[in-house]
């Protein structure tokens, strides 16, 4: 298993884990089946019931904090979670120290947390299942809720077994040398893109960022949040979308790229400052 610290800026980080040979539990299959169900709703327009439904069901899961996403990618007991060693692998920009210290702490509070918010879920299951009675529509609130119970539950197991790895030191740092390339200004050479500029006499980029310009690309959501009025803030991201998707084709992971990508639209939102 590994767990990949990817630094978004200076201060914030994504953090994606990779499982390895994990066994599907039932109800991660039914979880599985049921997002497969949800999938087929995005071919609706978006002027039609169903697709107004889906895009805010897909809204609402945006808001989901990212954190929460790693912590349920790390199996449970019953999925095998149980290895000797686990990878945490990060580039040299971080010191290993601060990464443990950072990945303890969020055990720590979202362990609690998950345990609190899943408890409310239950809670609000038998009040959500009234909305059975309204005819022709599915019952989203009910579906919701179940949603929110399974999440909170497996990303509360997830946080316990990272504590746990961390508590038996079942961990090894690993730095990439290739990703460290990259926060230090230097093109990936296996994910190289036609049009990638160097600059005469070194490295295509800055140290820390990801474009000729010492700055990084901003996203489209990151642009329409600078037009909104809300500037960021001094502490700028690091990486680029574009960034992103050449580190997963470097790693060959499918899930690395959306769940960085999320993390870092997550962390650019809220390096904003509201609007006066």
Request: hydrophobic share 35%.
């Amino acid at each position: 298993m590994r767990i990949f610290v990817i630094p978004i800026t200076r201060a914030r980080w994504a953090l994606h884990c990779h499982p390895v040979n994990a066994v599907p539990t039932r109800m991660t299959k039914w979880a599985a089946k049921a997002s497969d169900k949800w999938s087929k709703w995005a071919v609706y327009p978006r002027d039609t019931w169903r697709g107004r439904i889906y895009t805010y069901g897909e809204s609402l899961m945006d808001r989901i904090d990212f954190r929460e996403y790693f912590l349920k990618e790390i199996p449970t007991k019953s999925e095998g979670a149980m290895v000797r060693k686990v990878d945490i692998v990060v580039p040299s920009l971080l010191n290993e120290s601060q990464v443990i210290g950072e990945l303890r702490l969020l055990a720590q509070r979202q362990i609690p947390y998950h345990g609190r918010w899943m408890k409310y879920c239950c809670y609000m299951l038998p009040v959500s299942s009234l909305f059975t009675l309204v005819p022709i529509i599915p019952n989203f609130p009910f579906f919701y809720n179940l949603f929110r119970v399974y999440s909170h539950y497996k990303a509360r197991h997830g946080a316990q077994y990272l504590q746990h790895m961390l508590d038996e030191n079942s961990y090894e740092v690993v730095v990439d040398s290739e990703l460290s390339r990259w926060y230090q200004g230097e093109m990936l050479p296996q994910t190289s893109t036609p049009g990638s500029h160097t600059v005469a006499g070194g490295s295509a980029r800055a140290p820390g960022y990801s474009s000729i310009n010492h700055s990084p690309e901003l996203s489209d959501d990151d642009q329409r949040t600078l037009e909104s009025g809300a500037p960021l803030l001094e502490d700028p991201p690091l990486i680029s979308d574009n960034d992103i998707s050449r580190m997963a084709m470097y790693f060959q992971l499918p899930l690395f790229e959306p769940t960085i990508r999320r993390a870092r639209h997550q962390i650019v939102a809220n390096l904003s400052k509201p609007s006066q």
